[in-house]
């Protein structure tokens, strides 16, 4: 964040908001010249501060309705054991997202699927597969408060 200064901050804030800004527009919301402002996107993208820009898909409108967090525990905790999981998991393409975490659980998954059913043959099919799965518990969300909520700087 030391590299950054308000205008970076503002056009972040801005961005992560609405990521179809157009440069112009963009520009004059944060008081600079149109080549300034592109000149700092670009350099916001290359040092990594912006990883992507991609359009928030409604999941029940493409049959994705259903959200699933999966709680996984691995039978060995060791640095393959993990790489191993980590790989398979990466490739699934219904995973939204694997976290390593601390606690009862060696990770989290966010998954989306069309509903029970279709879980139910992902869990017995690929799941429970994965290298190293020694258990997993299974929460569906009833209600979505908050996702993907835009980052607080």
């Known amino acids: 964040m030391d590299d950054l200064d308000r205008i970076d901050l503002k056009m972040l804030r801005l961005l992560q908001n609405n990521g179809?800004?157009?440069?112009?527009?963009?520009?004059?919301?944060?008081?600079?010249?149109?080549?300034?402002?592109?000149?700092?996107?670009?350099?916001?993208f290359e040092e990594g501060f912006v990883r992507a820009v991609r359009a928030m898909v409604a999941p029940g409108k493409v049959g994705k309705g259903a959200l699933v967090m999966v709680g996984v525990v691995l039978d060995?905790?060791?640095?393959?054991s993990f790489a191993a999981f980590e790989q398979a998991a990466a490739k699934l393409k219904f995973v939204l997202?694997?976290?390593l975490v601390a606690g009862d659980f060696d990770y989290f998954l966010k998954i989306r699927?069309?509903?029970?059913?279709?879980?139910?043959?992902?869990?017995?099919?690929?799941?429970?597969?994965?290298?190293?799965?020694?258990?997993?518990r299974t929460f569906f969300v009833m209600k979505e408060v908050v996702d993907n909520a835009p980052l607080d700087f």
């Open 20 to 44: 179809r800004l157009a440069n112009a527009e963009l520009a004059e919301k944060v008081g600079v010249s149109a080549a300034t402002c592109h000149r700092r996107t670009q350099r916001l």
């Open 76 to 80: 060995r905790s060791t640095p393959e």
């Open 97 to 99: 997202d694997c976290h």
């Open 113 to 136: 699927v069309a509903g029970m059913e279709d879980f139910n043959h992902i869990h017995g099919e690929q799941l429970i597969r994965l290298p190293g799965v020694r258990q997993t």
